[in-house]
């Protein structure tokens, strides 16, 4: 196999070449600046060199006295830093001679100078200033060879560019560009239908790459176009399955809808899922408000944990779960040995949420509407017949005392006395009924409203009476709660007027048989008292409000003393196993 070579590498380098020529030449420019910075300055104070020569003269002649002021100038312009740039290592061997010699020959115009030979001093002047005119002659060809230099080396530079940039299109044109144009040609042969395609060879990772590339497009696209008929196929038998899931589910919301939801209704569905998709075994899970879980099984039941982790069984338990709005209200399980169709039990489950939430929605209504209803009556009740019967007290209470002693017989009295009775028991009966009927006002809870009636009754008692309740407030239907409160009432009232008990015990739970059942139990002084009494304190009302919830109530001796209420009726709803 050819070993092959990165473009990008290959681009990098013909930059960096670029970028090296470039560069080269800055630097060379600083630094021939750097040397050339100075030279003006340099052939100025060297020009003066002449001038201040011709001044000495002229001083040594008319102005003695100012002759070392003038000494020292000329001296600090020879050896200034200007001039002393001269003599400096990059400086051509010709300059620096030169510049000595102008110091040498200083040395001889000053000893004229200070011995006071006017006139050697101005026969050795004129070869002194052409001295100094050849310093200047020496830094003015210095300064033009640095331009030069300058101007060369920017030439060579562009030069080399030019080759490189040169060479660089070349190259470019044949690695890249040939090779790119030929895989444009694949492309369009690709675009006409033709996919055997052969790719042009090349030296470099990414081409090599991108034909590769192309070659394995053109043989997917003739593979895709080979089977197209068959997945053609394959979407119409989806869009055709995916019709009936939408049946299916659009049938069985009907279903849940048509009338009152109920566990059967569940069932019903969970049996339709089954034969639709051939399951194994499925059931749904529901979790209540309460923590209470109820279970729907489909038809074929469901596999005891044994089973399950049996590891011939292979069956995997898939939950999804039903939940809306970070509520979940329980779960839709499913064992099976074939793949499970994942969309269609998201949507059952998403359908069951909200036929579950729009059934318990329906029925809060429905308690709340009854409720309301219920504290309407009340307050009706209260500003007419509970008036009516204040006022027939207050009336009979009148009566006795107008009567005269004479008149008043015992028949008399005992018929005033069974009158003003009667008054007392249906006023107090009322009262309790109204105090029933507030209990539920505020929410359709009958735990709450249990809640709410022993707090009161321990309130004006002052006995211990304790709840253990472990129902769940679906089997309950609204038109149940104010029977069962009602008798619950009734019953702890009356143990706590009559059985003088130190604890209540007040127990609410679902029997084994399916029934729900409620025990009052006192530690009182027994059951025959209440048989004794038994329409003065409304048992026969008590019988009457359990035959309306369908069941019985009955009342026995406990072993240790008291005696124990127990009502039993039916649920709204059948119980359900687990």
Not at 209 to 214: N, R, T
Not at 339 to 357: E, K, Q
Not at 423 to 446: C, D, H, M, W
Request: proline share 3%; glycine share 4%; net charge negative.
């Amino acid at each position: 196999m050819a070993q092959r070579g990165s473009l990008t590498s290959t681009i990098l380098r013909l930059m960096l070449v670029l970028i090296f020529i470039s560069s080269s030449l800055a630097v060379y420019s600083i630094i021939n600046l750097s040397f050339s910075i100075g030279d003006a300055r340099a052939i100025n104070a060297s020009g003066s060199l002449r001038m201040q020569s011709y001044r000495l003269k002229l001083f040594l002649e008319r102005e003695p006295q100012l002759l070392n002021e003038k000494i020292n100038q000329f001296e600090e312009t020879l050896d200034s830093e200007a001039l002393q740039r001269s003599n400096a290592w990059y400086s051509p061997k010709e300059l620096s001679d030169q510049y000595l010699l102008v110091i040498d020959k200083w040395q001889q115009m000053l000893y004229f100078i200070e011995n006071n030979e006017k006139p050697l001093y101005t026969a050795a002047l004129k070869d002194f200033v052409d001295t100094i005119d050849l310093l200047v002659l020496e830094m003015e060809r210095f300064a033009a060879f640095k331009l030069r230099a300058l101007v060369i080396s920017q030439i060579i530079g562009l030069f080399l560019m030019l080759i490189v940039a040169s060479f660089a299109t070349r190259y470019t044109r044949k690695k890249m560009v040939q090779p790119i144009l030929q895989l444009m040609d694949v492309a369009n042969s690709i675009s006409k239908g033709k996919f055997n395609v052969e790719v042009p060879a090349t030296d470099y990772i990414e081409l090599h790459s991108l034909g590769v590339a192309f070659k394995k497009t053109a043989a997917e696209l003739d593979r895709l176009y080979q089977d197209l008929e068959g997945q053609v196929n394959e979407k119409t038998t989806a869009l055709t399955r995916a019709n009936n899931e939408l049946s299916f589910l659009y049938d069985n919301l009907i279903m849940l809808h048509a009338d009152r939801l109920d566990y059967k209704a569940l069932g019903l569905a969970l049996n339709q899922l089954q034969q639709f998709e051939s399951l194994d075994f499925l059931r749904l899970v529901i979790e209540h408000d309460d923590h209470s879980i109820d279970t729907i099984e489909a038809d074929t039941g469901w596999p005891s944990p044994e089973h399950i982790l049996n590891k011939e069984s292979k069956l995997i338990p898939v939950k999804f779960d039903l939940k809306l709005e970070n509520k979940t209200l329980g779960y839709l399980e499913v064992l099976s040995l074939k793949p499970i169709n994942n969309m269609l039990f998201v949507n059952f489950a998403m359908m069951l949420t909200r036929s579950i939430v729009i059934h318990n929605a329906t029925e809060e209504r429905q308690q709340l509407a009854l409720m309301e209803e219920r504290a309407v009556i009340a307050r009706e009740l209260h500003d007419s017949l509970g008036q009516l019967l204040s006022y027939l007290k207050i009336q009979v209470s009148l009566l006795g005392k107008q009567i005269q002693p004479a008149h008043k017989t015992e028949k008399v009295a005992s018929q005033l006395a069974d009158i003003n009775e009667g008054v007392s028991v249906a006023y107090g009966q009322l009262r309790e009924l109204l105090s029933t009927f507030r209990l539920t006002i505020k929410e359709p809870n009958l735990n709450q409203a249990i809640e709410v009636m022993i707090s009161e009754l321990r309130k004006q008692s002052g006995i211990n009476i304790e709840l253990k309740y472990s129902l769940s407030q679906h089997l309950f239907a609204s038109s149940q709660h104010i029977h069962v409160l009602h008798l619950m009432r009734e019953a702890t009232i009356n143990a706590i007027k009559h059985a003088k008990p130190n604890k209540i015990v007040i127990d609410c739970f679902l029997a084994d048989s399916g029934m729900i059942q409620i025990n009052i139990k006192d530690d009182g002084i027994g059951v025959s008292h209440l048989k004794e009494r038994d329409q003065h304190f409304g048992i026969g009302i008590m019988h009457e409000r359990a035959t309306k919830l369908h069941g019985t109530v009955k009342f026995d001796n406990n072993p240790q003393g008291g005696t124990t209420v127990s009502l039993v009726f039916p649920p709204q709803q059948e119980p359900l196993n687990g």
